[in-house]
């Protein structure tokens, strides 16, 4: 059967507003029309990256055995990925760079399972991971089977740079935020952007959007900086937004081999960060510098996780929060 684009809004997460275009597109943004317009304004850097399919995913359980949709890719900052995982295991993968800017997409849902894998009423959990580094819309969803849509946990919004985005991995089933959430299965809205810092006039109020939590992992871009003003004013605004009292998890950067001479500083900038961050009863504080190792095998340029280090990543945040109780 075919999905109208309204339909398919029900099996997709990680948006906080649609449009249709034109063409009969279906596009998802993770910002309001005023934080977009705002990033146009402040750098074309972060407007480009601000409207990406970033974190953004199709997720159902269903007896189909195949789904069909065409895509159009309107911008895209790097080779990365869709993906399809079944049950669990990524089964599919069709890189950006091998794909023209138009055309179809097909996913076997029962393909190279061996006929051993699903439940015996036939039923298959199933993810398609959109690409997080690219701006992907979507139309002429096809599924040959029942479905309804997945189920999921607390609504989280997600705050960070192109690590949150997900540039590293080159997989969007594999960014730091799709591993922890595989876990965690928060409802989230991810609003991380490549080349961001803490910067309160992004923060905008998100009508009829209130999550439950806030994960932000920021400072990596600023670590330089000679003053904290901007990150001490960072958080009465959040919670200004959000509510003072709103669960929010907030993670210190990671370790960054790009410049060992600046690792002082970085470690200066990160004991000035959690003084700020203390100050606030409702933040607990996870210290980037335990998440992944220190060693540029984790790496993709000693400063962006690769696959391997967004995996260490996401599990060892995973474990942090359930430690603290988030």
Request: aromatic fraction near 12%; include cysteine; proline fraction near 4%.
């Amino acid at each position: 059967m075919k999905l109208s684009n309204k339909d398919v809004q029900d099996i997709y997460f990680g948006a906080y507003a649609f449009r249709e275009t034109e063409d009969g597109y279906l596009q998802a943004f993770q910002y309001t029309a005023e934080q977009m317009a705002y990033f146009k304004q402040a750098l074309d850097f972060w407007y480009d990256r601000c409207m990406a399919t970033t974190a953004k995913t199709i997720e159902l359980s269903t007896t189909a055995s195949t789904i069909t949709f065409d895509y159009k890719i309107l911008w895209k900052g790097s080779d990365d990925s869709f993906e399809l995982m079944v049950d669990g295991l990524i089964t599919q993968i069709f890189y950006v760079k091998e794909l023209d800017d138009e055309g179809s997409l097909s996913f076997k849902l029962a393909e190279n399972l061996d006929g051993l894998h699903g439940r015996p009423d036939g039923k298959k959990d199933v993810v398609i991971y959109l690409p997080a580094d690219a701006t992907v819309v979507i139309k002429n969803f096809t599924i040959d089977g029942a479905y309804s849509p997945a189920a999921k946990g607390a609504q989280v919004l997600w705050l960070g740079d192109s690590i949150t985005q997900g540039y590293g991995p080159l997989r969007s089933s594999q960014t730091y935020v799709s591993v922890a959430n595989r876990l965690l299965n928060y409802d989230i809205i991810n609003q991380g952007i490549g080349g961001y810092v803490y910067d309160k006039k992004s923060l905008l109020k998100m009508d009829g959007y209130q999550p439950q939590k806030l994960i932000v992992a920021l400072g990596t871009n600023q670590y330089g900086t000679e003053s904290m003003q901007d990150i001490a004013e960072y958080y009465p605004r959040l919670f200004e937004l959000y509510g003072k009292d709103i669960p929010t998890l907030a993670i210190t950067p990671l370790w960054r081999g790009d410049n060992p001479d600046g690792i002082p500083r970085l470690v200066t900038f990160c004991e000035a960060l959690k003084e700020i961050l203390s100050r606030y009863a409702n933040i607990r504080v996870v210290d980037g510098f335990t998440l992944v190792p220190h060693l540029p095998e984790y790496f993709l340029d000693n400063l962006h996780p690769n696959c391997l280090g967004a995996e260490v990543y996401g599990r060892n945040l995973v474990q942090k929060i359930r430690e603290l109780g988030f």
